[in-house]
């Protein structure tokens, strides 16, 4: 490696990390908690089969889940302008990968409220508890537990996945990695490099994901019930 390489690598990376920081990461925060809580309402919502809503949700996370989220965000960046509908770069990633997660992840709070063995809504309701109530104090705190581990699966997968909004415009790690590629046209070390500050991103959230697991005391049967609904069994 010669002194130009090492000197581009030395000098890019500040940039790099620094947009990791002030975009790639809140766009991920930001994305997957409104995505969690979307989740949770279409969840709940396909278990208790309401009438009218539930193929809504249905035909929403069908759609969202059989297509790809690059043709998402073009649909809503590109597209919806020629409809009258402009969305900037920003809310429009904020928008298509909400969507996308509260798709994918509830699946995985339906799953896990689906794992909770029916006796226990019986036993609710020989008590005189509603069925919010029973959801509410009963049910959701312990399919919130089971889903905890394959959410953060899905939190990590979300890092990545932004990147596809530099195709929109946001200035996240890899569009800058772009712009500095074009201008020392290195693109072998610059997508290395970008490739290496993604993994220590995700190197770091796999630990605080084991941490979280172990403070979880996950049972073992509540392990099963993980690796079924990873494993899409349930």
Do not use: H
């Not at 581009?8 to 790639?24: C, H, L, M």
């Amino acid at each position: 490696m010669d002194g130009r390489v090492g000197g581009i690598i030395v000098d890019s990376f500040g940039p790099i990390v620094k947009a990791g920081f002030q975009y790639t990461i809140p766009l991920t925060l930001i994305s997957f908690t409104l995505g969690t809580i979307l989740a949770i309402l279409v969840a709940i919502v396909r278990v208790s089969k309401v009438k009218v809503l539930d193929p809504i949700c249905r035909f929403y996370v069908w759609v969202m889940r059989g297509t790809p989220l690059l043709v998402q965000l073009f649909v809503v960046f590109f597209g919806l302008p020629k409809i009258g509908i402009i969305i900037e770069p920003i809310p429009a990633g904020i928008i298509v990968f909400s969507l996308s997660v509260g798709a994918y992840s509830s699946e995985i709070f339906r799953a896990a409220i689906l794992s909770i063995p029916k006796g226990q809504w019986e036993a609710s309701s020989s008590l005189g508890m509603s069925y919010v109530q029973t959801l509410k104090r009963i049910i959701l705190p312990q399919a919130t537990k089971i889903a905890i581990p394959p959410l953060f699966n899905s939190f990590i997968a979300l890092v990545k996945d932004t990147s596809l909004a530099s195709t929109i415009t946001v200035t996240e790690m890899f569009l800058v990695t772009q712009r500095i590629t074009a201008r020392t046209y290195e693109p072998l070390v610059m997508y290395l490099e970008v490739g290496f500050v993604y993994l220590i991103f995700c190197t770091v959230l796999n630990w605080v994901q084991g941490k979280v697991e172990d403070k979880l005391m996950l049972s073992g049967s509540e392990k099963k019930k993980v690796r079924d609904i990873e494993e899409n069994r349930i």
